[in-house]
């Protein structure tokens, strides 16, 4: 048998506990049970994501596709009411110009939100329950282990990795996983490793969860998020998404602070959104980093990495493209090996397509942003969007692309091909007309 198989039985640490590292456990395990192998697989997941507020709180906005629900549901991965906070077909793209409401494109494109943590103190205990949570019980039902410890160093000997805390010896391992996020300390403990592995590239973003009275949640805001293109230099773009109780709040930029997020909920365009005369508190508030490149060498012999510490869509999907590398780290390392070949020949090529699709997205927010900096185009677009949502028998071109983009429901390069589409250039281009001579607002 090659050195470089799993043997049997075999020892797997996975170094993070959100989906990266769930999906792996339990893609892993399953496959494992399908060639009749034993393995002993161990999650290293510090955090409690059944704690509310920070404690629990894994720093994302939480929206899923529903083409993933589906895709998981034909894994046997059927997520339950109470990891659901609430189902979104729509919503409102607010502008300088003024806004527009974008229907999903079909039921296959409408997406739900979930906590990733505990959410906001309270949500728990109204039978809630978190997403990565629940897929943490999902892998443990499959046969993982969980240990609340946090690896502080890896080392090689005699041709196994060798995991470490500051006390001591952890575990000796036929496979380490990296699974952990761009915001984890993990990412030292493989830098520090001599296979040449680099942490991808980041920026940092602003979250807050904002609490209202019980029904003004799906009274104001109903099943919609809304979304904010605002010709604010700092700020690529926000939106509001609609949970339960709180309203969270996601703003892409640069200079992010606590004074930058009240100066944007302080924007006319902003308050005209929220639900009039109501007060509302900020219940937290954090300013994570998000993964917005790739690892160059997400992999050597023995030690895979994915999800944020390796490669994961630009922007939006995060929780899609850690259920496509965990899956193809699984199968590569159940069915093929852990050798450097071995992941350079299948796991990479799914890590690489994900890259590439993120350069069609990177050329599509480009354009984005040149739509929301100059009123002439961002009037245009929003006249042509109006007028697609009004129209039933319309292709809605544009409407397509802007729900894709935003939702993830889309790769970006399919979202790409639609935007070179002749027809609805000419549209935009008879809208800019129209009003450059006055005839349209």
Not at 21 to 47: C, H, W
Not at 282 to 295: D, E, R
Request: glycine share 10%.
């Amino acid at each position: 048998m090659d050195s470089l198989e799993l043997p049997d039985p075999s020892d797997i640490a996975v170094i993070g506990g959100g989906p990266a590292g769930t999906f792996f456990s339990i893609f892993a395990l399953q496959m494992a049970r399908m060639v009749d192998k034993n393995l002993n697989l161990t999650i290293y997941e510090p955090k409690d994501f059944a704690g509310e507020g920070p404690s629990g709180c894994n720093r994302c906005g939480g929206v899923v596709s529903e083409l993933l629900v589906q895709t998981l549901a034909v894994e046997g991965i059927n997520l339950p009411e109470s990891v659901v906070q609430r189902g979104i077909n729509s919503y409102r793209l607010h502008t300088a110009k003024g806004s527009v409401y974008i229907k999903a494109p079909s039921n296959e494109h409408s997406i739900a939100t979930v906590y990733r943590g505990g959410g906001p103190k309270g949500v728990v205990a109204e039978g809630k329950q978190s997403f990565d949570g629940f897929l943490l019980d999902l892998a443990k039902r499959e046969g993982a282990s969980l240990r609340r410890e946090k690896v502080s160093r890896v080392e090689e000997k005699n041709g196994r990795p060798m995991l470490y805390t500051r006390d001591g010896l952890l575990q000796k391992a036929d496979l380490v996983v990296g699974a952990f996020g761009v915001n984890s300390p993990s990412a030292r403990v493989f830098r520090d490793c001599d296979f040449g592995y680099s942490p991808p590239k980041t920026i940092k973003t602003a979250i807050a969860e904002i609490e209202f009275k019980r029904d003004i949640i799906p009274e104001h805001f109903g099943n919609s998020i809304h979304l904010f293109l605002l010709p604010e230099r700092d700020i690529k773009f926000a939106a509001l998404i609609p949970k339960q109780t709180h309203l969270t709040l996601c703003v892409l930029g640069k200079n992010m602070s606590k004074s930058r997020v009240s100066d944007f909920l302080s924007h006319p365009v902003v308050k005209g959104a929220m639900p009039p005369g109501e007060r509302y508190e900020l219940s937290c508030t954090c300013f994570p980093k998000m993964n917005v490149g790739a690892s160059p060498r997400p992999y050597t012999a023995r030690i895979v990495m994915w999800g944020d510490a390796g490669s994961t869509r630009l922007f939006k999907d995060g929780i899609g493209a850690a259920y496509r590398t965990g899956k193809a780290a699984a199968s590569t390392a159940m069915f093929h090996g852990v050798g450097r070949r071995h992941f350079a020949d299948t796991f990479y090529k799914v890590h690489r397509s994900i890259v590439i699709d993120n350069w069609f997205g990177r050329y599509l927010f480009f354009i984005t942003g040149l739509y929301k900096k100059h009123g002439l185009m961002t009037s245009g677009m929003l006249n042509v969007v109006e007028d697609e949502q009004k129209d039933p028998e319309s292709r809605r071109r544009l409407s397509y692309i802007l729900w894709n983009m935003f939702t993830g429901s889309e790769r970006y390069k399919t979202i790409f091909l639609k935007a070179v589409d002749l027809p609805m250039h000419l549209d935009l281009w008879k809208e800019f007309a129209g009003i450059l001579s006055g005839r349209r607002p």
